[in-house]
C-alpha cells in the first residue's frame, strides 16, 4: 500500500485538484484506491458525492483526528488532500501516514515565499532525511517554458527537491471536477495535453 499525501499551507494552489486526479489514475488502473481529506470543508469528499456511479471506484476513508487509525486492510493507494494551513496535529497525522509528499505549488513569489518555511521544515524532517518519505514538486498553472518556471527551479535546488513536473491552467480541470471527473475519465484525445505533463509525475509515483 502506496500513502501520497498532497499538501501546501498556501491556499488555492490545486491541492484538491492533484489529490482528485492521483485518485482517478488509480482508479482508472482498477487498483483499490480512497481519498482522505484532512481538511475541515471536506471539499475532495464533496466531490466524491457527484462522482457519477459506473466509472472506476475511489472510496472515501474518514480519518479520525482524535484517534488516528491505520488505513483499511488491502488499500492499494491512498490519497490524501490536507487543507490551507496544515500545521500541527493535522501535519504530524498526514507526515505519519505518508510515503510520499507532493506539493503543489504555483511559481510566483508570493506563492513561493508562502510556502519557503513549510517546504524548508519538511526537508529537516528525519523520515524526510533519512528517505522514509519522498517529497517532490508540482508547478501548478505554469507554463514550463517561461521564466516563471525558472524561478521555481531556483527556489527548490536549494532544498534539495525535484520539480516532478507542471500543470497548465486550463479549464479542463474545473470543468472535469464539475461533473465528478477526472484526466483519466474521459476520452484522452480530449485532455491529451494534460496526460503528457502528468507522465513525469507518473514516473516519480511509480519509481522505487
Known sequence: MAVIVVANPK??????????NLAGLYASRGEWVALADLDRQQSAHDWLDIRPAGLPPIESWKIDLEQPQKPPKGLE????DTPAGIHGN????????AERVIVPLQPSIFDILATRDFLARL?????????GIKIGIVGMRVDA????ADQLH???EGLGLPVLGYVRDTQ??????????TLWDVTASRVAKD??????IIAWLDGA
Open 145 to 148: 517554458r517561461t521564466k516563471s
Open 11 to 20: 491556499g488555492g494552489v490545486g491541492k484538491s485538484t492533484l489529490s482528485t
Open 77 to 80: 493507494q491512498i490519497v490524501i
Open 123 to 131: 526537508a529537516k524532517e528525519k523520515v524526510v532525511r533519512k528517505g
Open 195 to 200: 496526460l503528457e505533463q502528468w507522465e513525469p
Open 154 to 156: 531556483r527556489f527548490v
Open 172 to 181: 479542463n480541470y474545473v470543468q472535469l471536477a464539475a461533473q465528478g471527473l
Open 90 to 97: 493535522r501535519l504530524d497525522i498526514a507526515l505519519n501516514l
